[in-house]
């Protein structure tokens, strides 16, 4: 692991209460509520993306309203909440497409990045969660955070 991996790891692990409160209340898993952090920012409370994304979890100014990026910049643990309730009604709406719950949680994770709308499109057409990095950042997004959420808290 580099040293920018190691702090990127050790910055969520300091966070971690925030992030299970977060995850007990929207009733997700805080291993991909980590991971998404990591995967946005490293898991630091920046502005990003060429000034579109706001703090740990990257809300995108085009796409969040200035409350929401206030909060995510200001309130950390907010933050992850909302991340989690986003997550959580993605989930539910990819399981009411028919989608197996492994799909189901990467069409999730894909519609955070990608948006629902195109996701839904997908969800009716990918047998399985690889090819649901398509259209996302680097065309890897899913698999990323699905492989930092395995392998970086069990």
């Known amino acids: 692991m580099s040293g ?18 977060a995850a007990l209340m929207t009733g997700t898993d805080p291993d991909i509520i980590a991971a998404m952090g990591i995967r946005e920012s490293g898991y630091e409370n920046v502005i990003g993306d060429n000034g579109h994304g706001y703090g740990i979890f990257q809300f ?8 929401d990026l206030y909060v995510a910049m200001t309130f950390p643990n907010v933050a992850a ?5 986003r997550l959580a009604t993605s ?3 990819n399981s009411n497409l028919g989608a197996s719950p492994d799909v189901a949680l990467a069409g999730a994770v894909r ?8 996701t839904s ?15 996302t950042a680097n065309n890897d997004y899913v698999s990323q955070v699905l492989a930092i959420a395995q392998n970086c808290f069990h």
């Open 111 to 118: 519609a955070y990045n990608a948006g629902q709308p195109s």
């Open 91 to 93: 989930y539910t709406h």
């Open 4 to 21: 920018k991996n190691f702090q990127n790891l050790l910055n969520a692990t300091l966070d971690w209460n925030n992030i299970e409160a």
């Open 121 to 135: 499109q997908f969800m009716s057409n990918v047998p399985g969660y690889v090819d649901l990095d398509i259209g």
């Open 81 to 85: 909440e909302m991340v989690g309730n």
């Open 60 to 67: 995108d100014n085009r796409y969040n309203s200035p409350n």
